[in-house]
T-cell receptor, first 116, second 109 residues
Framework: GAGVSQSPRYKVAKRGQDVALRCDPI?????LFWYQQALGQGPEFLTY????????KSGLPSDRFFAERPEGSVSTLKIQRTQQEDSAVYLC??????????????FGPGTRLTVL | AQRVTQPEKLLSVFKGAPVELKCNYS??????LFWYVQYSRQRLQLLLR??SRESIKGFTADLNKGETSFHLKKPFAQEEDSAMYYC???????????FGQGTILTVHP
């Protein structure tokens, strides 16, 4: 079946531009996570949704970062007034319908954002 | 704060040699630990989790609470094992993961 998909796969933005990154989770998955992966580092947690509810946004680095999942499926991560330090791969992951702690997170291919 | 440490950025071995990728975690309660792998041009995927006590692709990992370690081992490395490996810890009831910095494993023919 289809896995987690993300679009665009690559995004180049000029400093100050707004960007929107999309994640399509596996159908029926309750939990959705966003992670940021800087070059040479492991992924770092940004935010978590359970269905449409954003239950944890403690990892968002600034108020320029905003995420939504209005209908409990597709999610969008928006970054306003991008800065060079926002350059990273943004990963989306979803986990199974049970939504419990033992679920495996399935990752998308990521969106590589480069801010010039 | 919970931390996961992978002390080796790079690890090179020859085909058929044993391999051990190190992972240490900061002590806190009953950890749930995982190894994720990313092969070239592929997405991040789960390799194994400590709670399952399984062997995947010949890899095993034992949780050592005394040493707060979860090292990944394989007795005979294969070229197809070359990849980036991440150790990760589940930190909350809903499953938020904290990752180590990753180790690039290269298996030479």
């Amino acid at each position: 079946g289809a896995g987690v998909s993300q679009s665009p796969r690559y995004k180049v933005a000029k400093r100050g531009q707004d960007v929107a990154l999309r994640c399509d989770p596996i159908s029926g998955h309750v939990s959705l996570f966003w992670y940021q992966q800087a070059l040479g580092q492991g992924p770092e947690f940004l935010t978590y949704f359970q269905n449409e509810a954003q239950l944890d946004k403690s990892g968002l680095p600034s108020d320029r970062f905003f995420a939504e999942r209005p209908e409990g499926s597709v999610s969008t991560l928006k970054i306003q007034r991008t800065q060079q330090e926002d350059s990273a791969v943004y990963l989306c992951a979803s986990s199974s319908p049970r939504g419990g702690p033992a679920d495996t997170q399935y990752f998308g291919p990521g969106t590589r954002l480069t801010v010039l | 704060a919970q931390r996961v440490t992978q002390p080796e950025k790079l690890l090179s071995v020859f085909k058929g040699a044993p391999v051990e990728l190190k992972c240490n975690y900061s002590y806190s309660g009953s950890p749930e630990l995982f190894w994720y792998v990313q092969y070239s041009r592929q997405r991040l995927q789960l390799l194994l989790r400590h709670i399952s006590r399984e062997s995947i692709k010949g890899f095993t990992a034992d949780l050592n609470k005394g040493e707060t370690s979860f090292h990944l081992k394989k007795p005979f490395a294969q070229e197809e094992d070359s990849a980036m490996y991440y150790c990760a810890r589940r930190g909350t009831s809903y499953g938020k993961l904290t990752f180590g910095q990753g180790t690039i494993l290269t298996v030479h023919p």
